[in-house]
């Protein structure tokens, strides 16, 4: 008499049930899915046609680079103390932003950790998926110990500012350096500025990181036993070659690449998209050739403005933030 085990049996049912079973019809598409770039290129062709029959605003040249130009006060008009300009211009404005969604969202962040609920809510799980990313892929490059406790914070709140800043500036305010309707026009114009793109922020935010830097140089190996670790591993005459460069490169070069890193990648991203935008006051020439300039003008930019706020400002946030925690790091160890 032949035996069959469970297990087999339960192999075999199981087979028969995925037998049974007809396969999946293929998923269609949904309808915003259908519909998505039908309508977007409708809009674009509705948006040359309206552009290219309306008034034209006329001037001289287009230098895409007054954008970027924080001489006008939005707020209140210029003001001085003790001679210092405090004028409140857009770069400010954007700053605060990015500074009041940082505070929101760790206010965010702290309450929905304090209120951890026995069944996992959709909010919590997020939250969490946010700190272990910080956690791990972050502030991973810190060695474990007193150093990742105390930096760990840091180079998370780093990316978290730093993200805030590029996404803030693709948020269209009226902030522009001229007025709808002219000069005595009451709302400015609308525009995209991203504060990151001014090399002043950006080495700001590098010289805050390579102070914590040297200051964790000094802390492991004294002021002498730092200056030491630039040697870079190397005894004898070759210092005389090897040590001035790494003076160059710790005192200089790393913070300004870090800085230089974030900046012209924000500025060369927008500087495209208005160059897209106004891509039909360049292209001179009948009504159909205007037509299709805007249309492929705008359609370009927001090409370029969905690749930059979806990619490239998260990317050069995450960049910034790993590099800062790697430097860190690095002050600490023999040789760097």
């Known amino acids: 008499m032949t035996t069959v085990s469970p297990t087999a049996t339960a192999v075999a049912d199981s087979k028969l049930a995925q037998q049974d079973v007809p396969p999946a019809a293929p998923r269609k598409p949904s309808l915003l899915g259908r519909l998505f770039f039908p309508v977007v290129f409708a809009a674009l062709a509705v948006w040359g046609v309206f552009i290219a029959l309306g008034d034209p605003v006329v001037k001289e040249k287009f230098d895409p680079t007054e954008e970027f130009d924080l001489s006008h006060a939005v707020i209140g008009g210029h003001w001085e103390v003790a001679g210092i300009d405090l004028s409140i211009n857009k770069g400010v404005v954007y700053l605060a932003l990015a500074l009041l969604g940082s505070a929101l969202f760790a206010l965010y962040v702290y309450r929905t950790a304090s209120k951890r609920n026995k069944v996992e809510t959709k909010t919590q799980s997020g939250v969490e998926a946010a700190y272990e990313f910080a956690y791990d892929q972050i502030a991973g490059s810190l060695p474990n110990g007193k150093l990742f406790n105390r930096y760990m914070p840091f180079v998370a709140s780093v990316f978290i500012f730093i993200w805030f800043l590029n996404m803030i500036s693709f948020v269209p305010l009226p902030l522009g350096h001229e007025f709808i309707g002219g000069d005595g026009g009451f709302l400015r114009a609308f525009g995209v500025y991203a504060v990151s793109s001014n090399i002043f922020c950006t080495i700001t935010l590098a010289i805050l990181t390579f102070g914590i830097y ?22 004898g005459p070759v210092l005389i070659l090897v040590y001035p460069v790494e003076i160059l490169t710790n005192l200089v070069l790393k913070p300004v690449s870090l800085a230089v890193r974030l900046f012209a990648n924000m500025l060369s991203g927008h500087v495209l998209i208005l160059l897209m935008m106004a891509l039909a006051g360049v292209i001179g020439g009948s009504l159909a050739v205007s037509i299709f300039a805007q249309t492929m003008g705008t359609g370009i930019a927001l090409v370029f403005y969905l690749f930059e706020m979806g990619l490239v400002a998260s990317l050069q946030a995450f960049i910034f933030a790993v590099l800062s925690a790697i430097y860190i790091s690095s002050a600490a160890e023999e040789h760097h």
């Open 214 to 235: 040297h200051y964790e140089g000094v802390k492991a190996h004294g002021l002498l036993g730092y200056l030491k670790t630039w040697s870079a591993g190397q005894k």
